[in-house]
């Protein structure tokens, strides 16, 4: 068992001697120059047991260190005929840890000295099997390394996710002076600072890079990899340009990179442009563009994404549909993202989980149930973005017995405690009215975050328990959580509700030192509370700060003035509205002649006139 011992990456990358520029576009295997032996030579091997006499100083110990057993009896095979360049094509071609081991045992006794491009071979022949307690042995048991043989063991290290393992060994290659990286060096150290991350180290292998003039088509993509791991967009995008030869993965990096930063619509140009230049994407560049066309809901642009697949110009496999469906669910397509679900011959729990969320968050919450049931017909283990989806669904059609009977598997399954899946929980039973058992699941959580704390007050001032909800939000202010505009607005209305002016004021002191009063819902919730408090001016006072409006805010204001008398206000305002672009629903209307029946306007008094009065 290897110590996983996290390591402070105070290193610096030793000076390198500038050498010419590496202009190759892949990376040289660890195989000998010379051509190899013929096939029937090659094929001795498989049943072969070697006898000398020569025991050397170096094999003295080796055989109870590896475990390797090397046979007494001699059967006439010639030793003079192995080399190590015959060896390492054993190694090379070998499917097995038998038979790895049976080449080392004769490595060790046929040779006094063992050859390091041997060494290096043997490493990743263990690292290519899985066998990475031996390949260490092997590396700690060579006399001599070079960079060839620090790369191959911190790439076995990367290749299996022990990725302290791999920083602990390449602290000890800069504490041994080695002097030369190569291009495969570099792309292990990038992969390794990407995986951590480790942003600084990662500038510093860049560096060395400039220095030695490293102008590798494969270091390179590593280099956009890495800047786009570490969500350093711009440093992405500067280190693509500078590339004078692209590949597919240096375009799906800088793609997935703008996808992730939210910046959907240059993800799109991108894409554009790596068609234009004659690359076809592959299954991950499709999955990113799927991810930026869902956020920017550009539906049509990925319809024809969607084309690429059906003509099998791109591989489709379960993460592309999966992809798909994602998008034609978050473009409100739900028929669409079924149709994609339905033809996909292959699904995983991340397939079902997608397709049940879209339908939970559509409100279509009978149907995410109905294909809950057959995932679980089906023997598939949810995972816990299954459990938060399905019990949204059944808080969104009130089915509280299925709702309790999946409380009782998480707590069968032990994950009660996770705050995704507890804050839910929460939600769920506060959108059936249980706020008893609401409130013992938030107790029961070990930590409780802005989520958990703001579906218990939400719940509660639906339920009408407005005094429980503010004193929720007290009770998370002295815990040291932070509220967000959903937190703010639902404690708003249970303030409203109680017409509990004092506290409404206390909470609208507290959002704008947190910046909160720019958020359109905030606001909205501070005119309503003012307003049924018989405040009007105040609520607007507000509504004129409001940096942005919607239908809400307007709405708010307008019923504000026609239930505390203000008609004609109320109907200057809502011709102003309407001035401004936005549609006066019959609700509006309703309330408005419902109240305000008896007022009529001068025919001077046109919208724009109200306009101009009141703004």
């Avoid at 992405?236 to 030869?245: G, H, I, N, T, Y």
């Avoid at 006072?541 to 008398?565: H, Q, T």
């Avoid at 004609?568 to 019959?586: H, I, N, Q, S, T």
């Amino acid at each position: 068992m290897f110590s996983l011992t996290l390591i402070q990456p105070n290193l610096r990358i030793p000076e390198i001697p500038a050498t010419p520029p590496l202009k190759s576009s892949t990376l040289s295997p660890i195989t000998d120059s010379r051509p190899k032996r013929d096939e029937q030579r090659n094929r001795r091997l498989s049943g072969f047991r070697l006898f000398s006499k020569k025991r050397s100083t170096f094999d003295m110990g080796f055989s109870d260190t590896f475990g390797l057993e090397t046979p007494s009896e001699n059967l006439g095979y010639d030793s003079s005929l192995v080399d190590y360049a015959l060896l390492a094509e054993w190694l090379q071609s070998s499917n097995g840890m038998r038979l790895i081991k049976r080449i080392h045992a004769m490595a060790l006794k046929c040779f006094d000295d063992q050859v390091i491009y041997f060494g290096n071979n043997l490493i990743s022949a263990c690292v290519r099997l899985g066998d990475l307690v031996y390949a260490r042995k092997v590396f700690d048991s060579m006399p001599e390394r070079n960079t060839v043989t620090w790369t191959a063991m911190i790439d076995g290290y990367l290749k299996y996710g022990l990725e302290d393992e791999a920083f602990s060994l390449f602290e000890d290659y800069v504490k041994h002076g080695i002097r030369y990286t190569n291009g495969r060096m570099f792309v292990c150290l990038l992969n390794l600072c990407s995986r951590r991350p480790e942003f600084e180290l990662g500038r510093q292998v860049h560096g060395s890079m400039v220095k030695v003039r490293v102008e590798n088509l494969i270091v390179e993509s590593s280099l956009v990899y890495f800047y786009a791991q570490c969500g350093e967009l711009t440093s992405a995008l500067r280190a693509f340009d500078m590339m004078e030869e692209k590949d597919v993965i240096s375009w799906t990096a800088v793609i997935s990179a703008c996808s992730r930063k939210g910046h959907g619509k240059k993800a799109i140009v991108m894409f554009i442009g790596m068609l234009d230049h004659g690359f076809l994407p592959n299954e991950f560049t499709v999955c990113s563009i799927l991810k930026a066309c869902s956020e920017e809901k550009a539906l049509r642009f990925g319809r024809q994404v969607h084309s690429l697949v059906v003509k099998k110009m791109i591989k489709k496999d379960v993460f592309v549909g999966t992809s798909l469906m994602d998008m034609y669910a978050k473009c409100g397509e739900i028929s669409d993202c079924r149709k994609v679900f339905d033809g996909m011959s292959n699904r995983n729990t991340v397939t079902w989980t997608s397709i049940i969320a879209a339908h939970a968050r559509e409100g279509f919450g009978e149907d995410a149930i109905s294909l809950f049931r057959v995932m679980k017909r089906r023997h598939l283990i949810a995972n816990n973005l299954t459990v938060v989806s399905i019990l949204r669904a059944c808080g969104s059609v009130g089915a509280l017995l299925l709702g309790k009977e999946l409380h009782a598997q998480i707590i069968k399954n032990s994950i009660e405690k996770n705050v995704y899946i507890g804050s839910t929980l929460v939600w769920l039973y506060c959108k059936c009215g249980e706020s008893r058992d609401a409130f013992n699941v938030l107790q029961q959580l070990p930590s409780r975050d802005v989520v958990s704390w703001t579906a218990m007050i939400s719940g509660c001032s639906s339920l009408g328990h407005e005094a429980e909800a503010l004193d929720f939000l007290k009770e998370m202010i002295q815990d040291g959580v932070e509220p967000n505009p959903f937190t703010y607005s639902s404690a708003l209305k249970a303030c409203a509700n109680s017409e509990a002016l004092l506290i409404g004021r206390s909470i609208h002191s507290i959002a704008e030192k947190n910046h909160a009063l720019s958020n359109v819902f905030v606001g909205s919730a501070l005119i309503h509370m003012y307003a049924k408090c018989g405040f009007v001016s105040e609520a607007f006072r507000v509504f004129d700060s409001m940096p942005e409006k919607n239908l809400v805010s307007w709405k708010a204001m307008i019923m504000g003035y026609a239930r505390n008398g203000f008609c004609r206000e109320a109907l200057k305002l809502m011709y102003r509205m309407e001035a401004e672009g936005f549609e006066v629903d019959d609700y509006i209307f309703a309330t408005i002649l419902s109240t305000c029946g008896d007022i009529e306007l001068d025919e001077a008094e046109t919208s724009a006139t109200c306009y101009l009065e009141t703004s």
